[in-house]
């Protein structure tokens, strides 16, 4: 921490100009800092002469979304610098090039993906993605099957475990995620009318206790992949043609579930919104349909992506007997739909809401919103096994949402 010191719109510029040689002299300099998630501070920094751009990433020592009383590991950009390089090279490219990490700085100088909008913003928009699916899926399978046991040598990926512990980021995710939602009070905030709803549904149930300490100790104990750690709608960048995954801060090596259950509770939640939301009337009815192809085909296409690279990829002798992909295969997804109950509970009373649901202008479409959300995702969890296919998903928002 000796030579670290809090970036400004100001300090920024020079600092980009000591570390790399992207700009030319004359550059004229517009700088903002745009960083709207919950750890860092993020500027975008453009030379208005010929537009080239880029971004710094500065972790803070503290929770940004919290303050200076919730201290956290400066150093957690090292690991996502290295994750994001990994990814590229997995991914051909799904994720921003990095320029430099600075660890004294605790710096990422990395690829302004300009012409990308956040996914979530413009799900709210109510905007749709055609090459979504395709993109997203490649990602997840690319970088989950291919960093799994099933393909690595096993020696290897056991390094890569090693080099990708985590444990400050885990404990924020076994904590937000899998222990604060299923009691009261910690970090914990709701609107004052959710509160008796949340005691009764989800707190005082000890079956849906149970199978969130199932969870939780899932996501603590299976080393299966090399996650995202944090893959909902807020990490992607998207536009018309394209898909690029942003923000693997949280990376570690934890169960596949996670990633794939993150991505789709973040779906759901956006159609939740828009199906009781009041905002751009006009574009409901496209929007809520694409929405439910999108989650179903998530499911669909990623799992077949599984199931067809297996044959290509795998190199273990025993995961290559008859039955095996089948049965690796059911497993991610039944845990899929029980992680992604759990996201959808922790988005709506723990510490980190989404805009989905918290910006729904209207009080009686967001209470509704917000208690279908906390319903169906009990029934994700308590029965994720009947949760394997995306049909599951649109017969279970078809139940619930009406
Ligand atoms: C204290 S961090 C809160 C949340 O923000 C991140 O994006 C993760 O989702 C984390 O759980
Ligand atoms: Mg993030």
């Known amino acids: 921490m000796k030579n670290y010191y809090e970036l400004d719109t100001e300090s920024v510029m020079d600092y980009v100009n000591s570390k ?88 990422m100088i990395m690829e302004d993906l ?39 040598e096993h020696k290897e990926k056991k390094d890569l475990v090693k080099n990708f512990i ?3 980021l885990c404990e924020i995710t076994e904590d937000l995620v899998y222990t604060e939602p299923f009691n009261t009070g910690a970090r914990n905030h709701m609107e004052e009318n959710l509160v008796d709803f949340h005691r009764k549904h989800i707190v005082d149930d000890p079956v849906l206790a149970m199978e969130a300490a199932r ?106 007997k008859a039955g095996f992909k089948e049965y690796w295969t059911r497993d991610v997804f039944v845990n899929t739909a029980g992680v992604s109950g759990c996201e959808m509970i922790r988005r709506t009373v723990g510490f980190a809401h989404v805009k989905d649901l918290d910006a729904m202008e209207n009080d009686e479409a967001r209470y509704k919103a917000k208690t279908t959300n906390l319903l169906m995702a009990k029934e994700l969890i308590i029965n994720r096994t009947d949760y394997i296919d995306g049909q599951g998903y649109l017969d279970l928002i078809a139940k619930y949402c009406q």
């Open 114 to 152: 300009y012409d990308y909008k956040i996914m979530r913003y413009g799900l709210i928009e109510r905007e749709t993605y055609p090459n979504f699916v395709e993109q997203i899926s490649d990602f997840m399978v690319k970088t989950l099957l291919l960093t799994s046991d099933v393909v690595m």
């Open 215 to 320: 969870l939780k100790f899932d996501f603590m104990n299976n080393a299966q992949a090399l996650l995202h750690g944090d893959l909902h709608t807020g990490s992607i960048f998207v536009n018309q043609d394209h898909t690029r995954v942003i923000d693997p801060e949280f990376a570690f090596y934890g169960p596949i579930a996670y990633d794939i259950g993150a991505l789709v509770a973040n779906l759901i939640m956006s159609y939740i919104s828009a199906f009781y939301g009041t905002e751009h009337p006009e574009r409901k009815e496209d929007f809520c349909n694409w929405m439910l192809k999108t989650i179903k085909d998530t499911v669909d296409v990623t799992k077949s992506k599984f199931l067809s690279e297996w044959d290509d990829a795998v190199t273990d002798l025993m995961a290559k």
């Open 166 to 168: 985590n444990p400050e």
């Open 20 to 107: 790399v040689d992207f700009f030319p002299k004359d550059s004229k300099f517009e700088c903002s800092e745009i960083g709207d998630g919950n750890l860092n501070l993020v500027f975008r920094i453009k030379d208005t002469n010929n537009g080239k751009s880029l971004i710094v990433k500065q972790s803070l020592p503290y929770v940004r979304a919290a303050g200076e009383d919730w201290p956290l590991d400066i150093g957690r950009g090292e690991i996502e610098s290295r994750i994001l390089d990994l990814e590229y090279k997995l991914t051909d490219g799904l994720v921003p090039r990095v320029y430099l990490y600075d660890g004294d700085m605790c710096c």
